[in-house]
């Protein structure tokens, strides 16, 4: 390749990894805003999918700060290995937790979403430091 089109392909690269974060970024923005509006839906996420009773609200907006440091961090590209790794993970968590969705799949058809998603985290770990573009340096 020249060095021009190596170019091109680099800010194609760096502006199809920023969308791909942005996207991650709202689908996580929203289940951490989640957890401070409507609290007692995480109680009973946290029962259903991961076995996890007695949660109360104070237990909601906690992991919902933990998680609103991380996902900010997440868009900002800071750290990214941790922060896309973790967010590569805790998406892996979610998805597999829901096994029992994708067994009666046409019941529960927008669970299948969070395969895709999970693929966009692990490209974005697998290629974060061609990640670039709007990140903390």
Same mark, same amino acid.
């Given at each position: 390749? *020249?060095?021009?089109?190596?170019?091109?392909?680099?800010? $194609?690269?760096?502006?199809?990894?920023?969308?791909? $974060?942005?996207?991650?970024?709202?689908?996580?923005?929203?289940? *951490?805003?989640?957890?401070?509006?409507?609290?007692?839906?995480?109680? $009973?996420?946290?029962?259903?999918?991961?076995?996890?009773?007695?949660s109360s609200d104070m237990v909601a907006y906690v992991i919902g700060a933990l998680q609103l440091v991380l996902v900010l961090?997440?868009?900002?590209?800071?750290?990214?290995r941790i922060t896309y790794g973790v967010i590569f993970v805790m998406h892996g968590l979610s998805t597999l937790s829901s096994?029992?969705?994708?067994?009666?799949?046409?019941?529960?058809?927008?669970?299948? *979403?969070?395969?895709?998603?999970?693929?966009?985290?692990?490209?974005?770990?697998?290629? $974060?430091?061609?990640?670039?573009?709007?990140?903390?340096?």
């Amino acid at each position: 390749m *020249t060095g021009s089109m190596s170019s091109d392909v680099q800010n $194609r690269l760096q502006w199809s990894l920023l969308s791909l $974060r942005l996207g991650v970024f709202i689908v996580m923005i929203m289940w *951490t805003f989640d957890k401070f509006v409507n609290p007692g839906h995480s109680a $009973r996420i946290f029962e259903h999918f991961y076995g996890i009773s007695g949660s109360s609200d104070m237990v909601a907006y906690v992991i919902g700060a933990l998680q609103l440091v991380l996902v900010l961090a997440f868009l900002a590209g800071i750290k990214k290995r941790i922060t896309y790794g973790v967010i590569f993970v805790m998406h892996g968590l979610s998805t597999l937790s829901s096994y029992n969705q994708y067994i009666d799949g046409f019941n529960n058809l927008l669970f299948f *979403t969070a395969w895709p998603m999970w693929a966009a985290c692990f490209a974005l770990y697998l290629l $974060r430091d061609q990640d670039v573009k709007f990140t903390v340096k």
